[in-house]
């Protein structure tokens, strides 16, 4: 049986180039709405019927002529690119010209639009091949009004193969929430069956949009900042934007909030969400990952968006600088002075953990907090924001701020600045004699796989000649080998190292030790967490202790007066 081929009819072509476009009605909403902002609008409401099949999007955009309407829905019509070059340097979020020619193979499409500045607006129809089959004037303010009915209605087959109902509106809601996260100026406002749904405000930056999409999660929780770079090789300026929640505040249970957008659309970039995933590293508690999203605004040259029909999957360009410039952003916020975000509290929160103080250890030792080097020149002497003036259940360090009363944790500050200094120096002294204990050939592993030196001694005994310089003098030394053999890499040994060499809680310390341990944690590059995750402070405002102590009462109505 011979094969023939044959050019497919053109009624084909344009079917399967459609469904590769709109896939699901959430495809639909993405097109349009991408439209709508390349035309500049600011104002974008969503009406949705998704039982009937109809969904409309309406902007306030620059409008389309009488003309423009004619062709708009045509294959590959666009206003975006007319040359090969301008693929190279896209500054859009459209480009293709494909969206409205596919929604009208998929469906009844109706434009309504009049343009910025034109005395009248015009509603075209369009059948299935693009091409305007009625038009008239119609009454409309300058912007667009796009109407899709019978979504699908010539295939379907893809109605059938869509999920439920409610995950396709949950698709709808992340396709406007990473919109709104992109595009902060924009106010929205989502309709279904008539009734409002969704509504995200418009703000300054994405700090002023994160906090409308996550409950319990106000912007005094999150971190915003910006940092200007001209790549190598280019003379025009890139700029990253970057909103992260503050680790000793808010974090979640799955990376579902690593967010990565490049020019104004979310993409997939498994290096960069690595690159903020790893930069919380042993900032966070055990299996909780980051709130981060991450805008580069980069030069149009250096992104191929041609590679998928969705424009999720790019090419870019100097991958691994933009990797290491996301990394030193993430370290120079993560070393901002505590004062630089104010901290939010509540009465009853500091009254709780003030009577729950953490029992003492089962076993005291003489932890010293060691002295501070001199530094070598006097723009190295720590900044002094925190002023120790005493102790709780010889716990918390009670110090007073500028802007308030802090409480902090002595043994996981102490942890931070000694795990912060074992990461600088992980130093390993001999032991004289060694230290003889029974060890499994796993643990035996462990611990040469961390430097230390350990020898045979005889059947099932081993000989440790070599251990970190904290915890070579220590009483528990043997208690602390048989941790590091089952801690695994490097960073975990160095973690239980710190903390098993903190001083304890319920250890009374002097003011002078206080004011030094204080000195010392402010110091460290990342001094809101202790290496396991856990707040190191809690922090009171003085606009806090007014409210609770009525000191904007006026003392005659106070006494009834």
Not at 280 to 303: E, N
Request: charged letters at 20%; aromatic letters at 6%.
């Amino acid at each position: 049986m011979s094969v023939t081929i044959q050019r497919l009819p053109p009624e084909v072509i344009a079917i399967i180039a459609a469904g590769e476009v709109i896939d699901s009605p959430a495809a639909a909403i993405r097109e349009l709405i991408e439209n709508a902002l390349d035309a500049g609008a600011d104002r974008i409401t969503i009406a949705l019927h998704l039982p009937q099949w109809h969904l409309q999007v309406t902007d306030n955009g620059r409008g389309m002529s009488r003309a423009d309407l004619c062709e708009c829905a045509q294959p590959h019509s666009t206003s975006k690119i007319h040359h090969p070059a301008d693929l190279w340097r896209i500054s859009s979020l459209g480009f293709r010209g494909e969206a409205l020619h596919s929604l009208a193979q998929l469906a009844q499409l109706e434009i309504r639009s009049r343009a910025q500045g034109s005395d009248s607006g015009w509603l075209a129809s369009y059948n299935h091949h693009g091409r305007v089959i009625a038009e008239e004037i119609a009454a409309i303010a300058p912007g667009t009004i796009i109407s899709v009915r019978d979504l699908f209605g010539r295939v379907p087959v893809r109605r059938h193969a869509l999920p439920a109902l409610n995950q396709q509106l949950k698709d709808i809601q992340t396709i406007v929430q990473h919109a709104a996260l992109c595009q902060p100026q924009v106010n929205w406002q989502v309709w279904q069956d008539d009734q409002l749904w969704l509504q995200i405000y418009a703000g300054e930056t994405v700090q002023a949009i994160a906090p409308q999409l996550l409950r319990r999660v106000s912007a005094s929780d999150l971190h915003y900042g910006q940092l200007e770079v001209t790549p190598p090789g280019q003379n025009t300026p890139a700029r990253l934007e970057l909103l992260a929640g503050l680790p000793d505040r808010c974090h979640r249970r799955r990376a579902d909030w690593v967010k990565v957008a490049v020019n104004g659309r979310l993409v997939r970039s498994p290096q960069l969400e690595q690159a903020l995933i790893g930069g919380f590293a042993r900032t966070l508690p055990r299996d909780r990952y980051p709130l981060s999203f991450l805008h580069l605004h980069l030069p149009p040259s250096q992104i191929d968006w041609n590679r998928h029909p969705a424009k999720t999957e790019i090419y870019l360009q100097k991958l691994d600088f933009w990797r290491s410039q996301v990394q030193e952003l993430l370290g120079n916020w993560l070393q901002l002075p505590l004062n630089d975000s104010p901290a939010r509290l509540l009465q009853p929160r500091l009254e709780q953990l003030l009577k729950t103080a953490e029992s003492p250890a089962p076993y005291q030792f003489n932890r010293q907090i060691a002295p501070t080097p001199a530094p070598t020149a006097a723009s190295e002497l720590p900044q002094r924001q925190l002023r120790a003036v005493g102790q709780v259940n010889n716990t918390y360090i009670v110090a007073e701020h500028a802007s308030g009363l802090w409480l902090v944790e002595q043994h996981i500050a102490h942890e931070r600045v000694l795990y912060e200094q074992l990461r600088a120096a992980w130093e390993l002294l001999p032991v004289e004699p060694p230290l003889v204990l029974q060890l499994s050939v796993t643990q035996v592993d462990a611990l040469q796989n961390l430097g230390l030196t350990v020898d045979l001694f005889g059947q099932g005994l081993w000989a440790v000649r070599s251990l970190p310089g904290l915890l070579r003098d220590r009483d528990d030394c043997l208690d602390a080998i048989v941790e590091l053999s089952r801690g695994g890499d490097l960073q975990t040994a160095q973690v239980a190292t710190a903390c098993r060499s903190a001083i304890r809680n319920g250890t009374p310390l002097s003011l002078p030790e206080m004011q030094q341990l204080l000195d010392q944690w402010q110091a460290t590059r990342q001094p809101r967490t202790c290496p396991h995750g856990r707040p190191i402070f809690l922090a009171l405002e003085e606009t806090a202790l007014a409210r609770f102590f009525r000191r904007h009462w006026v003392i005659g109505k106070s006494h009834g007066i």
